[in-house]
């Protein structure tokens, strides 16, 4: 069993940057793709952006490619999400999942099995 813990959201101005983390326990996150999801207030839970379980491939939506950056550490069994330039529409609970996975892909959809309780990231004007 895979429990994933999201932190670091918190409320901010627009233009200025946050890192969110991504810890896991239960089992090491080496061969599990991950990502990161969010869901403004009274909309649907949307993609972010995903990375491979080695980190070397990575995708980002549209909404947010050029201002978020996915990483991870292995050997800290986390997973990162950079996010500079905010925006009021950046608002949103942030939730990280993990999927295991063989192959070296990075999965953009709400396919995994394992979510976080979510971390709450308000951006004011």
């Known amino acids: 069993q895979v429990q994933l813990a999201e932190s670091g959201g918190g409320l901010v101005q627009a233009g200025v940057s946050l890192r969110l983390s991504c810890a896991a326990s239960?089992?090491?996150?080496?061969?599990?793709?991950m990502g990161w999801f969010r869901q403004p207030p009274g909309k649907e839970r949307e993609f972010v952006a995903a990375?491979?379980?080695?980190?070397?491939?990575?995708a980002y939506a549209d909404t947010v490619k050029g201002r978020f950056t996915i990483s991870r550490d292995n050997t800290k069994n986390t997973v990162y999400l950079q996010m500079n330039s905010l925006k009021p529409e950046d608002t949103a609970v942030y939730y990280c999942?993990?999927?295991?996975?063989?192959?070296?892909?990075?999965?953009?959809?709400?396919?995994?099995?394992?979510w976080g309780q979510g971390t709450q990231v308000t951006i004011s004007s």
């Open positions: 999942a993990a999927e295991s996975s063989y192959d070296d892909v990075v999965i953009p959809s709400d396919e995994y099995d394992y």
């Open positions: 990375i491979s379980w080695s980190g070397a491939r990575t």
């Open positions: 239960g089992r090491t996150l080496s061969r599990y793709a």
